[in-house]
């Protein structure tokens, strides 16, 4: 079962702009990531932030974590087209040892 | 180390045959995961290995699917029998262990199975 879920599902933005997506989640958490995968590829690890973190940066990325609302939202600034891909929050639940990942935003930049 | 290598990348096989497909993570990554994501999905978790032990295996690993590790390096993936609901994009990770800061995974490319 996956455990987080991105909203939105699609997302289409003009080059420039900035990109937000969301990330919710069930269970208590010791950490949330986020991946991006670009089409028939592998994912690429972008972010981790820790339960006890509420936002983090890291280049264009902005990362903020809510854990009372059991939420995730990663902002892209200044977006590029090659930023276009699918974005999947991965967390892992309490003491497990794998992350599970949501069902993902496709994102596309166009230029 | 140019990261996580899946071989092959790309399987076409025929229902009811055998597959393997084989894993090296970076080297100095403890951790091994396999993953096997579906079109328009999310990663779905398969099964860990830290060092050669497997500690943890998903409900979704059938009996006809088992898995490698020997002497903690490379790991192999082996589908039996397989069968068309089997063709997905497999997917290998590496991480350092949980107790040195919750490091993210490095991904593979994956190998993507068809079934026939």
């Known amino acids: 079962s996956q455990q987080g879920e991105e909203d939105p599902q699609a997302l289409s933005i003009q080059e420039g702009e900035n990109a937000t997506m969301n990330c919710s989640y069930k269970?208590?958490?010791?950490?949330l990531q986020w991946y991006r995968q670009n089409s028939g590829r592998g994912l690429v690890h972008l972010i981790l932030?820790?339960?006890?973190?509420r936002e983090k940066h890291s280049g264009r990325l902005r990362v903020t974590l809510d854990t009372s609302k059991k939420s995730s939202s990663l902002l892209i600034t200044a977006s590029r087209a090659a930023d276009t891909a699918s974005y999947f929050c991965?967390?892992?639940?309490?003491?497990?040892?794998?992350?599970?990942f949501g069902t993902g935003t496709s994102l596309t930049v166009i230029p | 180390d140019t990261g996580v290598s899946q071989n092959p990348r790309h399987k076409i096989t025929k229902r009811g045959q055998n597959v393997t497909f084989r894993c090296d993570p970076i080297?100095?990554?403890?951790?091994l995961y396999w993953y096997r994501q579906t079109l328009g999905q999310g990663p779905e978790f398969l099964t860990y290995?830290?060092?050669?032990?497997?500690?943890?295996k998903s409900r979704l690993l059938s009996d006809r699917f088992s898995a490698e590790r020997p002497k903690g390096s490379f790991s192999t993936l082996e589908i039996q029998r397989t069968e068309q609901g089997d063709s997905a994009m497999y997917l290998c990770?590496?991480?350092?262990?949980?107790?040195?800061?919750?490091?993210?995974?490095?991904f593979g490319s994956g190998t993507r199975l068809t079934v026939v």
């Open positions: 080297s100095e990554h403890n951790r």
């Open positions: 269970t208590s958490i010791n950490n």
């Open positions: 290995f830290q060092n050669e032990a497997q500690l943890e």
């Open positions: 990770a590496s991480s350092l262990s949980r107790g040195q800061g919750g490091y993210g995974y490095t």
């Open positions: 932030i820790r339960s006890n973190e």
């Open positions: 991965a967390t892992d639940a309490g003491a497990g040892n794998q992350f599970y």
